[in-house]
């Protein structure tokens, strides 16, 4: 068999997996990362089956903070563990069954309103809740990384968008390289404040 043989263009040569999932792999949704975002990370809480897409490195610096329950009081992460056990379904004392299913609060609690885990948002009050004041504004529960940033850049969950990069720009300006007189504690400050301003801008808060 000469090396220009026929029988080369039969051989089958088996495909690298690796690196065709990367050619199909989105872009790393880490802000500056142009590597492929080959793995999952989840959004976060009440947002089940949301996933960021990240490389490798970067999946791994995001998972170092992430927390499901951040700003969970701690009687909820306790309700929640407790109710788990039975799988956040109802339950009630041995011989008293009859007189539960009878109970009117029985078919709300069936229906998976009772329960941590079960509870649903109705903002529009569909399902006869209270109603919203919409002049009050909503509460915003940070996850440990986007109150970390908030904290670099001195701010609290109350501040808005525009506050934000208001924030940012500022802090930018003071700690730039080419304002700071050469200070290495102010160009550690710079970088603190990039990536924080990273954080927020990738968790959609500015």
């Not at 903002?123 to 904290?151: I, Q, W």
């Not at 109350?158 to 720009?169: L, V």
């Not at 400050?189 to 301003?197: K, N, P, S, T």
């Amino acid at each position: 068999m000469t090396a220009y043989s026929k029988y080369f263009d039969k051989i089958k040569v088996r495909p690298d997996k690796k690196a065709e999932a990367q050619s199909r792999a989105p872009v790393c949704q880490w802000d500056g990362c142009h590597e492929p975002g080959t793995h999952r990370a989840p959004v976060g809480r009440m947002r089940e089956g949301e996933y960021f897409r990240f490389c490798f490195d970067h999946v791994r610096e995001y998972n170092k903070g992430f927390n499901y329950f951040s700003g969970v009081p701690d009687t909820d992460v306790a309700r929640f563990q407790k109710e788990a056990m039975t799988g956040h379904r109802p339950t009630w004392k041995m011989g008293t069954g009859a007189q539960a299913t009878s109970n009117p609060d029985f078919a709300q609690k069936r229906s998976g309103n009772a329960g941590y885990y079960n509870r649903m948002r109705d903002p529009h009050s569909v399902f006869g809740g209270a109603t919203r004041d919409p002049n009050r504004p909503r509460e915003r529960k940070l996850k440990s990384l986007e109150a970390k940033a908030m904290e670099t850049l001195g701010l609290d969950a109350k501040a808005t968008g525009a506050d934000i990069k208001a924030r940012y720009k500022e802090l930018v300006k003071r700690h730039h390289p080419d304002a700071n007189g050469g200070d290495r504690g102010s160009e550690d400050r710079f970088r603190d404040v990039l990536q924080a301003y990273r954080v927020l801008k990738q968790a959609g808060l500015c």
